[in-house]
Protein backbone atom coordinates (compact mmCIF):
# COMPACT_ATOMS: atom_id res chain seq x y z
CA UNK A 1 0.00 0.00 0.00
CA UNK A 2 2.69 2.35 0.60
CA UNK A 3 4.46 1.63 -2.87
CA UNK A 4 1.16 2.46 -4.19
CA UNK A 5 0.70 5.96 -1.86
CA UNK A 6 4.01 6.96 -3.00
CA UNK A 7 3.39 5.85 -7.22
CA UNK A 8 5.36 8.84 -9.27
CA UNK A 9 2.87 10.66 -11.54
CA UNK A 10 3.21 9.79 -15.40
CA UNK A 11 4.59 12.74 -17.18
CA UNK A 12 2.13 12.62 -19.94
CA UNK A 13 -0.07 13.69 -17.08
CA UNK A 14 1.74 16.16 -15.32
CA UNK A 15 3.06 18.45 -18.40
CA UNK A 16 -0.67 19.28 -19.31
CA UNK A 17 -1.54 20.10 -15.66
CA UNK A 18 1.68 22.26 -15.16
CA UNK A 19 0.39 24.62 -18.60
CA UNK A 20 -3.09 24.86 -17.15
CA UNK A 21 -1.39 25.78 -13.83
CA UNK A 22 1.00 27.96 -15.40
CA UNK A 23 -2.24 29.89 -17.04
CA UNK A 24 -4.73 29.98 -13.78
CA UNK A 25 -2.24 32.15 -11.90
CA UNK A 26 -2.14 35.04 -14.72
CA UNK A 27 -5.87 33.82 -15.25
CA UNK A 28 -6.87 34.24 -12.14
CA UNK A 29 -4.96 38.15 -11.06
CA UNK A 30 -6.96 39.05 -13.94
CA UNK A 31 -10.45 37.57 -12.68
CA UNK A 32 -9.87 39.17 -9.52
CA UNK A 33 -8.86 42.62 -10.96
CA UNK A 34 -12.35 42.16 -12.83
CA UNK A 35 -14.12 41.33 -9.70
CA UNK A 36 -12.40 44.26 -7.62
CA UNK A 37 -13.13 46.63 -10.87
CA UNK A 38 -17.05 45.30 -10.58
CA UNK A 39 -17.07 46.28 -6.50
CA UNK A 40 -15.55 49.37 -7.38
CA UNK A 41 -17.69 50.81 -9.63
CA UNK A 42 -20.90 49.46 -8.01
CA UNK A 43 -20.07 51.42 -4.86
CA UNK A 44 -19.42 54.82 -6.82
CA UNK A 45 -20.89 57.50 -8.34
CA UNK A 46 -21.15 55.56 -11.58
CA UNK A 47 -23.18 52.19 -10.16
CA UNK A 48 -26.44 52.91 -11.80
CA UNK A 49 -24.73 53.66 -15.44
CA UNK A 50 -22.76 50.38 -14.45
CA UNK A 51 -25.79 48.29 -13.66
CA UNK A 52 -27.41 49.44 -16.75
CA UNK A 53 -25.09 48.68 -18.55
CA UNK A 54 -26.08 44.61 -18.32
CA UNK A 55 -30.12 45.46 -18.99
CA UNK A 56 -29.09 46.35 -22.21
CA UNK A 57 -31.58 44.12 -24.88
CA UNK A 58 -30.03 42.48 -27.30
CA UNK A 59 -32.29 40.70 -29.66
CA UNK A 60 -31.71 38.28 -32.77
CA UNK A 61 -34.27 37.61 -34.82
CA UNK A 62 -35.62 35.15 -38.00
CA UNK A 63 -38.31 34.81 -39.63
CA UNK A 64 -41.01 34.50 -36.41
CA UNK A 65 -38.16 32.75 -34.17
CA UNK A 66 -36.87 36.27 -31.43
CA UNK A 67 -34.27 35.88 -28.81
CA UNK A 68 -34.51 39.01 -26.60
CA UNK A 69 -32.38 38.76 -23.78
CA UNK A 70 -30.57 41.68 -22.00
CA UNK A 71 -26.86 41.90 -22.02
CA UNK A 72 -26.50 39.94 -18.23
CA UNK A 73 -28.58 37.09 -19.62
CA UNK A 74 -26.26 36.51 -22.98
CA UNK A 75 -23.07 36.91 -20.82
CA UNK A 76 -24.46 34.20 -18.99
CA UNK A 77 -26.60 31.96 -21.24
CA UNK A 78 -24.00 32.82 -23.99
CA UNK A 79 -20.17 33.16 -23.48
CA UNK A 80 -20.39 30.78 -20.79
CA UNK A 81 -21.63 28.17 -23.24
CA UNK A 82 -17.72 28.36 -24.24
CA UNK A 83 -16.67 28.51 -20.71
CA UNK A 84 -18.52 25.44 -20.16
CA UNK A 85 -17.63 23.63 -23.57
CA UNK A 86 -14.00 24.10 -22.16
CA UNK A 87 -15.17 22.25 -18.81
CA UNK A 88 -16.14 19.29 -21.04
CA UNK A 89 -13.15 19.16 -22.76
CA UNK A 90 -10.81 19.12 -19.83
CA UNK A 91 -13.53 16.17 -18.32
CA UNK A 92 -13.36 14.52 -21.31
CA UNK A 93 -9.38 14.63 -21.89
CA UNK A 94 -9.10 13.18 -18.22
CA UNK A 95 -11.85 10.61 -18.71
CA UNK A 96 -9.82 9.59 -22.24
CA UNK A 97 -5.86 9.79 -20.73
CA UNK A 98 -6.02 11.56 -17.72
CA UNK A 99 -6.09 11.35 -14.27
CA UNK A 100 -9.84 10.13 -14.38
CA UNK A 101 -8.86 7.24 -16.89
CA UNK A 102 -7.24 5.34 -14.12
CA UNK A 103 -10.11 4.30 -11.81
CA UNK A 104 -8.17 3.69 -8.59
CA UNK A 105 -6.57 7.09 -8.98
CA UNK A 106 -9.66 8.65 -9.86
CA UNK A 107 -11.61 7.17 -7.40
CA UNK A 108 -10.32 9.31 -4.62
CA UNK A 109 -10.91 13.09 -6.56
CA UNK A 110 -14.46 12.04 -7.84
CA UNK A 111 -15.43 10.85 -4.30
CA UNK A 112 -14.08 13.81 -2.63
CA UNK A 113 -15.63 16.23 -5.13
CA UNK A 114 -19.11 14.50 -4.66
CA UNK A 115 -18.90 14.88 -0.36
CA UNK A 116 -17.20 17.84 -1.21
CA UNK A 117 -20.76 18.96 -3.34
CA UNK A 118 -23.21 17.04 -0.91
CA UNK A 119 -22.17 18.57 2.71
CA UNK A 120 -22.37 22.69 1.49
CA UNK A 121 -25.38 21.76 0.08
CA UNK A 122 -26.82 20.28 3.87
CA UNK A 123 -25.22 22.98 5.47
CA UNK A 124 -26.91 25.71 3.17
CA UNK A 125 -30.51 23.74 3.55
CA UNK A 126 -30.02 23.47 6.83
CA UNK A 127 -30.35 27.62 7.45
CA UNK A 128 -33.29 27.92 4.70
CA UNK A 129 -34.70 24.74 4.45
CA UNK A 130 -37.93 26.34 6.21
CA UNK A 131 -37.46 29.34 3.50
CA UNK A 132 -39.54 30.47 1.05
CA UNK A 133 -39.55 28.62 -2.66
CA UNK A 134 -36.81 31.25 -3.33
CA UNK A 135 -34.41 31.72 -0.87
CA UNK A 136 -34.53 27.64 -0.70
CA UNK A 137 -33.36 27.73 -4.09
CA UNK A 138 -30.11 28.48 -3.02
CA UNK A 139 -28.65 25.33 -1.94
CA UNK A 140 -26.52 24.68 -5.65
CA UNK A 141 -24.54 28.12 -4.50
CA UNK A 142 -21.97 26.43 -1.80
CA UNK A 143 -21.51 23.18 -3.94
CA UNK A 144 -18.78 25.02 -6.60
CA UNK A 145 -14.83 25.29 -6.57
CA UNK A 146 -13.34 27.75 -8.62
CA UNK A 147 -10.52 26.08 -10.63
CA UNK A 148 -8.94 28.87 -11.70
CA UNK A 149 -8.68 30.65 -8.48
CA UNK A 150 -7.61 27.50 -6.36
CA UNK A 151 -4.99 26.31 -8.95
CA UNK A 152 -3.92 29.73 -8.60
CA UNK A 153 -2.87 29.79 -5.09
CA UNK A 154 -1.48 26.40 -5.51
CA UNK A 155 1.00 28.02 -8.14
CA UNK A 156 1.99 30.49 -6.10
CA UNK A 157 2.97 27.63 -3.59
CA UNK A 158 5.96 26.42 -5.94
CA UNK A 159 7.15 23.32 -5.06
CA UNK A 160 5.70 22.90 -1.25
CA UNK A 161 3.39 21.54 -3.12
CA UNK A 162 3.60 17.90 -4.50
CA UNK A 163 2.87 17.59 -8.49
CA UNK A 164 0.36 14.44 -7.08
CA UNK A 165 -1.56 17.39 -5.07
CA UNK A 166 -1.90 19.59 -8.08
CA UNK A 167 -3.22 16.71 -10.13
CA UNK A 168 -5.71 15.44 -7.24
CA UNK A 169 -6.82 19.03 -6.96
CA UNK A 170 -7.25 19.74 -10.79
CA UNK A 171 -9.58 15.97 -11.37
CA UNK A 172 -12.15 17.26 -8.18
CA UNK A 173 -12.44 20.90 -9.76
CA UNK A 174 -13.22 19.33 -13.03
CA UNK A 175 -15.85 16.77 -11.78
CA UNK A 176 -16.77 19.43 -9.25
CA UNK A 177 -17.84 21.18 -12.33
CA UNK A 178 -19.81 18.55 -13.86
CA UNK A 179 -21.83 17.98 -10.21
CA UNK A 180 -22.51 21.96 -11.21
CA UNK A 181 -23.65 21.41 -14.73
CA UNK A 182 -25.43 18.12 -13.92
CA UNK A 183 -27.87 20.37 -10.71
CA UNK A 184 -28.04 23.08 -13.29
CA UNK A 185 -29.65 20.51 -15.60
CA UNK A 186 -32.20 19.26 -13.08
CA UNK A 187 -32.58 21.90 -10.74
CA UNK A 188 -32.21 25.24 -12.19
CA UNK A 189 -34.34 25.08 -15.68
CA UNK A 190 -37.45 26.82 -16.58
CA UNK A 191 -40.40 25.14 -18.39
CA UNK A 192 -39.16 22.76 -21.20
CA UNK A 193 -40.18 22.97 -24.53
CA UNK A 194 -39.99 19.18 -25.75
CA UNK A 195 -40.03 20.81 -29.89
CA UNK A 196 -36.68 22.55 -29.09
CA UNK A 197 -35.63 19.69 -27.09
CA UNK A 198 -36.02 17.25 -30.46
CA UNK A 199 -34.15 19.84 -32.64
CA UNK A 200 -31.27 19.84 -30.16
CA UNK A 201 -31.47 15.67 -29.79
CA UNK A 202 -31.13 15.85 -33.76
CA UNK A 203 -28.11 18.02 -33.90
CA UNK A 204 -26.44 16.09 -30.86
CA UNK A 205 -27.16 13.07 -32.98
CA UNK A 206 -25.37 14.83 -36.18
CA UNK A 207 -22.85 16.24 -34.37
CA UNK A 208 -21.78 12.19 -32.77
CA UNK A 209 -22.59 10.81 -36.31
CA UNK A 210 -19.64 13.11 -37.88
CA UNK A 211 -17.44 11.69 -34.80
CA UNK A 212 -17.56 8.17 -35.47
CA UNK A 213 -17.53 9.17 -39.13
CA UNK A 214 -13.83 11.03 -38.98
CA UNK A 215 -15.03 14.34 -39.52
CA UNK A 216 -12.09 16.38 -37.31
CA UNK A 217 -13.07 20.04 -38.52
CA UNK A 218 -13.25 22.41 -35.95
CA UNK A 219 -15.42 24.73 -37.74
CA UNK A 220 -17.96 22.01 -38.40
CA UNK A 221 -18.50 21.03 -35.33
CA UNK A 222 -18.37 24.54 -33.77
CA UNK A 223 -21.68 25.98 -36.64
CA UNK A 224 -23.36 22.41 -35.69
CA UNK A 225 -23.07 22.94 -31.80
CA UNK A 226 -23.48 26.83 -31.49
CA UNK A 227 -26.24 27.69 -34.33
CA UNK A 228 -27.85 24.41 -34.03
CA UNK A 229 -27.39 22.84 -30.49
CA UNK A 230 -27.12 25.35 -28.67
CA UNK A 231 -29.74 27.70 -30.08
CA UNK A 232 -32.17 24.51 -29.55
CA UNK A 233 -30.81 24.28 -25.97
CA UNK A 234 -31.34 27.89 -25.03
CA UNK A 235 -35.23 28.10 -26.30
CA UNK A 236 -36.06 24.13 -24.98
CA UNK A 237 -35.84 26.20 -21.45
CA UNK A 238 -32.84 23.42 -20.25
CA UNK A 239 -30.23 25.68 -19.56
CA UNK A 240 -27.45 26.22 -22.59
CA UNK A 241 -24.53 25.05 -20.58
CA UNK A 242 -25.41 21.74 -20.73
CA UNK A 243 -25.39 21.87 -24.65
CA UNK A 244 -21.28 22.95 -23.98
CA UNK A 245 -20.84 19.78 -22.15
CA UNK A 246 -22.60 17.39 -24.66
CA UNK A 247 -21.19 19.09 -27.65
CA UNK A 248 -17.73 18.90 -26.12
CA UNK A 249 -18.24 15.24 -25.26
CA UNK A 250 -18.66 14.73 -29.91
CA UNK A 251 -15.60 16.58 -30.24
CA UNK A 252 -12.96 13.38 -31.26
CA UNK A 253 -10.04 12.73 -29.01
CA UNK A 254 -8.01 10.62 -31.47
CA UNK A 255 -5.10 11.22 -33.51
CA UNK A 256 -5.46 10.82 -37.00
CA UNK A 257 -1.44 9.26 -37.01
CA UNK A 258 -0.06 7.41 -34.47
CA UNK A 259 3.06 7.94 -32.34
CA UNK A 260 5.32 5.50 -34.49
CA UNK A 261 4.05 6.44 -38.05
CA UNK A 262 4.39 10.22 -36.60
CA UNK A 263 8.41 9.95 -35.89
CA UNK A 264 9.11 8.07 -38.66
CA UNK A 265 7.77 10.33 -41.02
CA UNK A 266 8.88 13.18 -39.48
CA UNK A 267 12.21 11.68 -39.37
CA UNK A 268 12.13 11.00 -43.23
CA UNK A 269 10.97 15.02 -43.78
CA UNK A 270 13.39 16.02 -41.72
CA UNK A 271 15.81 14.60 -43.61
CA UNK A 272 14.84 15.43 -46.89
CA UNK A 273 14.93 19.25 -45.48
CA UNK A 274 18.47 18.74 -44.53
CA UNK A 275 19.57 17.03 -48.35
CA UNK A 276 17.43 19.57 -49.78
CA UNK A 277 18.42 22.41 -52.09
CA UNK A 278 19.30 25.65 -50.17
CA UNK A 279 19.38 29.17 -50.80
CA UNK A 280 22.04 32.53 -50.05
CA UNK A 281 19.26 34.01 -48.76
CA UNK A 282 17.87 34.10 -45.37
CA UNK A 283 14.55 32.52 -46.53
CA UNK A 284 13.51 28.83 -47.85
CA UNK A 285 13.79 27.48 -50.79
CA UNK A 286 10.43 26.23 -52.75
CA UNK A 287 11.65 22.74 -52.24
CA UNK A 288 11.73 23.56 -48.18
CA UNK A 289 8.88 25.05 -47.77
CA UNK A 290 6.93 22.49 -49.69
CA UNK A 291 8.84 20.27 -46.76
CA UNK A 292 7.57 22.36 -43.81
CA UNK A 293 3.90 22.05 -44.99
CA UNK A 294 4.36 18.65 -44.89
CA UNK A 295 5.87 18.65 -41.78
CA UNK A 296 2.96 20.70 -40.21
CA UNK A 297 0.40 18.56 -41.96
CA UNK A 298 1.65 15.60 -40.50
CA UNK A 299 1.92 17.35 -36.92
CA UNK A 300 -1.42 18.45 -36.82
CA UNK A 301 -2.65 15.07 -37.54
CA UNK A 302 -0.85 13.81 -34.03
CA UNK A 303 -2.84 15.85 -32.38
CA UNK A 304 -6.34 15.00 -31.83
CA UNK A 305 -9.16 18.18 -32.37
CA UNK A 306 -9.90 17.84 -28.00
CA UNK A 307 -6.34 19.08 -27.49
CA UNK A 308 -6.25 21.38 -30.28
CA UNK A 309 -9.72 23.17 -29.17
CA UNK A 310 -8.18 23.11 -25.20
CA UNK A 311 -5.36 24.80 -25.94
CA UNK A 312 -6.93 27.75 -28.74
CA UNK A 313 -9.92 28.58 -26.65
CA UNK A 314 -8.04 28.42 -22.78
CA UNK A 315 -6.23 31.82 -23.19
CA UNK A 316 -10.02 32.93 -24.87
CA UNK A 317 -11.59 31.55 -21.37
CA UNK A 318 -9.46 32.49 -18.96
CA UNK A 319 -8.44 36.23 -19.98
CA UNK A 320 -11.28 37.63 -21.78
CA UNK A 321 -15.37 35.53 -20.97
CA UNK A 322 -14.08 35.01 -17.37
CA UNK A 323 -13.16 38.14 -16.68
CA UNK A 324 -16.26 39.85 -18.58
CA UNK A 325 -18.35 37.46 -16.29
CA UNK A 326 -17.20 38.68 -13.19
CA UNK A 327 -17.99 42.20 -14.20
CA UNK A 328 -21.13 41.57 -14.91
CA UNK A 329 -22.07 39.13 -11.96
CA UNK A 330 -19.43 40.33 -9.48
CA UNK A 331 -20.77 43.93 -8.54
CA UNK A 332 -22.22 44.21 -5.12
CA UNK A 333 -22.98 47.74 -3.63
CA UNK A 334 -21.97 47.71 0.21
CA UNK A 335 -24.26 50.08 1.35
CA UNK A 336 -27.00 49.44 4.59
CA UNK A 337 -26.80 45.53 3.21
CA UNK A 338 -23.01 44.78 4.09
CA UNK A 339 -23.82 45.94 7.96
CA UNK A 340 -26.55 42.87 8.28
CA UNK A 341 -25.52 40.30 5.97
CA UNK A 342 -24.35 38.01 8.37
CA UNK A 343 -27.42 37.81 10.13
CA UNK A 344 -28.98 36.90 6.75
CA UNK A 345 -29.56 33.40 6.33
CA UNK A 346 -28.76 32.97 2.44
CA UNK A 347 -25.27 34.73 3.66
CA UNK A 348 -24.76 32.23 6.44
CA UNK A 349 -25.71 29.14 4.66
CA UNK A 350 -23.37 30.20 1.29
CA UNK A 351 -20.27 31.33 3.49
CA UNK A 352 -20.45 27.67 6.37
CA UNK A 353 -20.99 25.63 3.00
CA UNK A 354 -17.87 27.03 1.31
CA UNK A 355 -16.05 27.30 4.21
CA UNK A 356 -17.17 24.65 6.49
CA UNK A 357 -18.93 22.10 3.78
CA UNK A 358 -16.20 22.49 1.64
CA UNK A 359 -13.42 21.38 4.30
CA UNK A 360 -15.55 18.61 5.61
CA UNK A 361 -16.85 17.02 2.10
CA UNK A 362 -13.38 16.59 0.69
CA UNK A 363 -11.21 15.88 3.65
CA UNK A 364 -13.73 13.70 5.31
CA UNK A 365 -14.58 11.71 2.34
CA UNK A 366 -10.32 11.35 1.43
CA UNK A 367 -9.76 10.49 5.56
CA UNK A 368 -12.76 7.79 5.56
CA UNK A 369 -11.37 6.29 1.81
CA UNK A 370 -7.62 5.93 2.97
CA UNK A 371 -8.24 4.85 6.44
CA UNK A 372 -10.21 1.96 5.04
CA UNK A 373 -7.72 1.30 2.06
CA UNK A 374 -10.25 2.23 -0.57
CA UNK A 375 -8.06 4.32 -1.67
CA UNK A 376 -4.64 5.90 -1.06
CA UNK A 377 -3.22 9.51 -1.20
CA UNK A 378 -1.91 11.41 -4.49
CA UNK A 379 1.99 10.94 -4.51
CA UNK A 380 4.25 13.05 -1.67
CA UNK A 381 1.43 14.10 -0.12
CA UNK A 382 -0.07 13.75 3.44
CA UNK A 383 -3.21 14.36 5.19
CA UNK A 384 -2.40 18.15 6.89
CA UNK A 385 -1.86 18.89 3.14
CA UNK A 386 -5.22 17.36 2.05
CA UNK A 387 -6.67 19.97 4.67
CA UNK A 388 -4.91 22.73 3.15
CA UNK A 389 -6.22 21.41 -0.34
CA UNK A 390 -9.88 21.10 1.15
CA UNK A 391 -9.79 24.68 2.15
CA UNK A 392 -8.85 25.89 -1.34
CA UNK A 393 -12.17 23.59 -2.27
CA UNK A 394 -14.12 26.08 -0.69
CA UNK A 395 -13.07 28.83 -3.52
CA UNK A 396 -16.05 28.83 -4.97
CA UNK A 397 -16.32 32.19 -7.20
CA UNK A 398 -17.38 31.92 -10.74
CA UNK A 399 -19.30 29.26 -10.76
CA UNK A 400 -20.42 30.08 -7.49
CA UNK A 401 -21.79 33.50 -8.52
CA UNK A 402 -23.61 31.47 -11.80
CA UNK A 403 -25.46 29.40 -10.11
CA UNK A 404 -26.73 32.19 -7.55
CA UNK A 405 -27.61 34.39 -10.95
CA UNK A 406 -29.63 31.08 -11.82
CA UNK A 407 -30.91 30.81 -8.07
CA UNK A 408 -32.34 33.67 -7.43
CA UNK A 409 -34.85 36.79 -8.82
CA UNK A 410 -34.83 38.65 -5.63
CA UNK A 411 -31.65 41.32 -5.77
CA UNK A 412 -31.62 40.79 -1.60
CA UNK A 413 -30.86 37.50 -2.20
CA UNK A 414 -28.32 37.68 -4.86
CA UNK A 415 -26.60 40.39 -2.99
CA UNK A 416 -26.69 38.43 0.75
CA UNK A 417 -25.65 35.13 -1.52
CA UNK A 418 -22.56 37.14 -3.35
CA UNK A 419 -21.40 38.57 0.16
CA UNK A 420 -21.71 35.21 1.57
CA UNK A 421 -19.36 33.94 -2.15
CA UNK A 422 -17.23 36.79 -1.26
CA UNK A 423 -16.22 36.67 2.29
CA UNK A 424 -15.77 32.80 2.23
CA UNK A 425 -13.34 32.02 -1.13
CA UNK A 426 -10.92 34.66 0.52
CA UNK A 427 -11.67 32.96 3.75
CA UNK A 428 -10.68 29.88 2.40
CA UNK A 429 -7.98 31.03 0.26
CA UNK A 430 -5.87 32.27 2.37
CA UNK A 431 -6.46 29.42 5.55
CA UNK A 432 -5.56 26.83 2.77
CA UNK A 433 -2.54 29.07 1.81
CA UNK A 434 -0.93 29.29 4.81
CA UNK A 435 -1.32 25.73 5.82
CA UNK A 436 -0.09 24.35 2.80
CA UNK A 437 2.65 26.83 3.15
CA UNK A 438 3.69 25.58 6.66
CA UNK A 439 3.52 21.76 5.49
CA UNK A 440 6.30 19.79 3.92
CA UNK A 441 6.25 17.84 0.82
CA UNK A 442 6.54 14.07 1.96
CA UNK A 443 9.35 12.68 0.15
Known amino acids: MDKLKH ?40 SEQFHNIWEHQVVFAFDKYILSKNLSHWINDGLMFIFFFVVGLELKRELVAGELARPKQALLPILAAIGGMVVPAIIYHAFNHDASTERANGWGIPMA ?25 TALAIVDDLGAVLVIAFFYTSDISFVSLGFAALFLSIMIIANLMGVRSAIFYGIIGVFGLWTAFLMSGIHATIAAVLAAFTIPATVKIEEDGYIEKINHLINDFKNASRTHFKIVTDEQQKILSEIRLYTDAALTPLQKLIQSLHPLVAFIIMPIFALANAGVAFDESLSSAFTSKVTLGVFLGLLVGKLVGVFGTVYLLTKFKIAVLPSNSNYKQMVGVSFLAGIGFTMSLFVTSLAFNEVHYTTEAKIGIFSASILSGIIGYFILRNTKTTA
Open 7 to 46: QPVDKWIIEPINKFINNSIASGVVLFLAAIIALVLSNSPF
Open 145 to 169: TDIAFALGVLYLLGDRVSNGLKVFL
